[in-house]
């Protein structure tokens, strides 16, 4: 079966596996973990998973900003599916529920290494590069 990017319900057993990938990817190599509170605040948050039938191998999630504007959050694909468009796709589908709630940008903080792939996909960024979870971002951004 194709890969399927659909949400996932907070709370659900696929956001549990969601916070696990993002967890093992993001977290852990920084000696870092979510608090309780951090999760408990993503109840208003689109999170959406891909998966290759049942098996979850990436995950994104849009978090409400302003009236116009998401904040794209916590993307993360599995290490052994790296390379094969998969962020591609999560990135896709997080401007399609963008655009489907009626917001016109999205915002996101990006990891210096992941900067070229935001921009691949036209991100800007703007300001200055800052610290953030122990490692250097930069704010980007793009009109839908």
């Given at each position: 079966?194709?890969?399927?990017?659909?949400?996932?319900?907070?709370?659900?057993?696929?956001?549990?596996?969601?916070?696990?990938?993002?967890?093992?990817?993001?977290?852990?190599?920084?000696?870092?973990?979510?608090?309780s509170a951090q999760?408990?605040?993503?109840?208003?948050?689109?999170?959406?998973?891909?998966?290759?039938?049942?098996?979850?191998?990436?995950?994104?999630?849009?978090?409400?900003?302003?009236?116009?504007?998401?904040?794209?959050?916590?993307?993360?694909?599995?290490?052994?599916?790296?390379?094969?468009?998969?962020?591609a796709q999560l990135?896709?589908?997080?401007?399609?529920?963008?655009?489907?709630?009626?917001?016109?940008?999205?915002?996101?903080?990006?990891?210096?290494?992941?900067?070229?792939?935001?921009?691949?996909?036209?991100?800007?960024?703007?300001?200055?590069?800052?610290?953030?979870?122990?490692?250097?971002?930069?704010?980007?951004?793009?009109?839908?």
């Amino acid at each position: 079966m194709p890969l399927r990017v659909r949400p996932i319900a907070h709370g659900s057993a696929d956001y549990a596996a969601a916070v696990n990938l993002r967890r093992a990817i993001l977290r852990t190599p920084l000696g870092l973990d979510f608090t309780s509170a951090q999760l408990a605040a993503e109840a208003g948050d689109t999170h959406l998973g891909a998966f290759d039938d049942d098996d979850l191998v990436g995950t994104v999630l849009i978090a409400p900003y302003d009236d116009t504007t998401v904040k794209l959050r916590q993307m993360a694909v599995d290490d052994d599916q790296q390379g094969k468009g998969i962020g591609a796709q999560l990135l896709s589908a997080a401007e399609d529920a963008a655009r489907a709630a009626g917001k016109t940008r999205i915002t996101l903080a990006a990891r210096l290494t992941a900067q070229a792939f935001y921009e691949r996909h036209g991100y800007a960024a703007e300001g200055d590069v800052f610290d953030e979870v122990t490692l250097p971002h930069i704010s980007m951004h793009k009109s839908l």
